[in-house]
C-alpha cells in the first residue's frame, strides 16, 4: 500500500464486535479470563490494550518496521531505550538535540552510570574518534532542534552497523511522511507522537518503531516493567490524527517553504534556518533522505537580543506563544527560554542558538495570512 493508504487502513480492521469503523476506545484496566492464565490475549491494561495494539500495529507499517510499542510520552519512548543500556555504556549524540533529551541524558541517566558523548555527528573523523568499546548507543537527531541541522543517515548508520553500535534516530520533525530512518538503517525510530502524528495538540504520547521484533520484545518489556503506558484515549487519538497525517504535513511543509523565502528577504532578519534553502548545509542530504524539507523554521534578529525576539513574540496574533509543535495552528517558540532552557549557555551559543533565535512551527493556515502576521509583528 502506499503511505496515503497506510494511514487509513494499516492495522486497522473494523471492529469485530460490533463493525465499527474507528477503533473503539477500550477504557478498561483489567479482562475477565475463561480460567486462570486462559484469556483472549489480554490480561492487564498496563500490559496489553486493544487500542494500543492496533496503534502499534499502524506506527510499525508508517515507519516500515516489524513492531512498534508506545508510551505515555516522547520522552517516557527515550526513557526506555537508554535502559536498554547498562552502567558503563555510552553514548553518542549530536550536540544539537532537544533540550529535554539533553536532560535525560545528563541529568538523569549519567547518574547511573551511562556517559553522553556530544557531537557533531557529520564529522566524520569525530565520530571515529570518539566511538569506543563502551558505546552502545548513538542516538540522532535529523532535521535537529532548533537549528534544523541535517545529519546524514546513512553515513551514522553505515558506521554504527560496522562497529556493532545501535542507533535510535528522533525523527519527531521529519515525521513518516517526510522520513523513514529504518530504510536508510537505523534500528529504531523514535517519535514524540505528541508532535506531527496525532496533530491536532490534544494529547502526549511516545513511540519507538523498531527493525527487528527481538529489540521490540525488549522494549515492550521496559514498556511493562515501568508502567510508562500511554491511556486508551491517547491512542485513540493519535490514530485518529494520523489518518490525516500526509494531508496536513504537506500543506504545512508548502506553507513553510513560503514563509522561508519571506524571511529570508526581511531586512531585520538575520539568519533562516531551513533545510529546503540550496545553499543551507547539507542541502543536497535533505534532498535525498526527505522528501520534503519539513514545517519547522528558526531564525534569530539582526539584533540579537533576547529583548528584540521578546517584541516579535509578543506582536503575533496567528502565531500562538507556546511549547510544542506539529499541530495544525501555528506556534512561535523562544529556545532559549523555552525548550532548550537546560542547555548551558556557552553550548547553546556554541551551536548558533542565539538571544534572539525565534522557533516557528508552521501549521496549516492559508499562507498569506501567515505572512502577514509575522510582517506586522517584524517591524
Known sequence: MKFETRVIHAGIEPDPSTGAIMTPIYQTSTYVQDAPGKHKGYEYARTQ????????????????????????????????????????????????????????????????????????????????????????????????????????????????????????????????????????????VHHSATKY?????????????????????????????????????????????????????????DNAMEIAAYLKKNRKVDKVFYPGFKDFPNHLVAKRQMSHYGAMISFNLKTDTKRAANKVLNRTKLFSLAESLGGVESLIGHPASMTHASIPKKDRLSIGLTDSLIRLSVGVEHVDDLIKDLRSAIT
Not at 143 to 162: E, F, G, R, W, Y
Not at 221 to 249: E, W, Y
Request: charged share 20%.
Open 197 to 253: 502524528l496525532a496533530g491536532h495538540s490534544d494529547v502526549i504520547l511516545g513511540a519507538v518503531i523498531c527493525k527487528k521484533k527481538e529489540m521490540a520484545e525488549k522494549l515492550h518489556f521496559i514498556q511493562n516493567a515501568s508502567g510508562a503506558v500511554p491511556g486508551p484515549q491517547d491512542c485513540f487519538l493519535t490514530l485518529r490524527g494520523i489518518k490525516t497525517l500526509h494531508l496536513r504535513m504537506q500543506r504545512a511543509c
Open 49 to 188: 490494550n486493544p487500542t494500543r495494539s492496533v496503534l502499534e500495529a499502524n506506527l510499525a507499517s508508517l515507519e516500515n518496521g516489524q513492531a512498534a510499542v508506545s508510551f505515555s510520552s516522547g520522552l517516557a519512548a527515550m526513557d526506555a531505550v537508554l535502559k536498554l543500556l547498562e552502567p558503563g555504556d555510552e553514548i553518542i549524540s549530536t550536540y544539537e538535540l532537544y533540550g529535554g533529551s539533553y536532560r535525560q541524558m545528563v541529568q538523569v541517566f549519567a547518574k547511573y552510570g551511562i556517559k553522553p558523548h556530544f557531537i557533531d555527528l557529520n564529522d566524520k573523523t569525530a565520530l571515529n574518534d570518539t566511538i569506543n568499546d563502551r558505546t552502545r548507543l548513538i542516538w540522532v537527531e535529523t532535521p535537529t532542534n532548533p537549528m534544523l541541522t541535517i545529519i546524514d543517515l546513512k553515513h551514522v548508520c553505515s558506521v554504527a552497523q560496522k562497529h556493532g553500535i545501535m542507533t535510535c534516530v528522533d525523527n519527531t520533525f521529519a515525521s513518516p511522511y517526510l522520513q523513514n530512518p529504518l530504510d536508510l538503517g537505523a534500528d529504531m
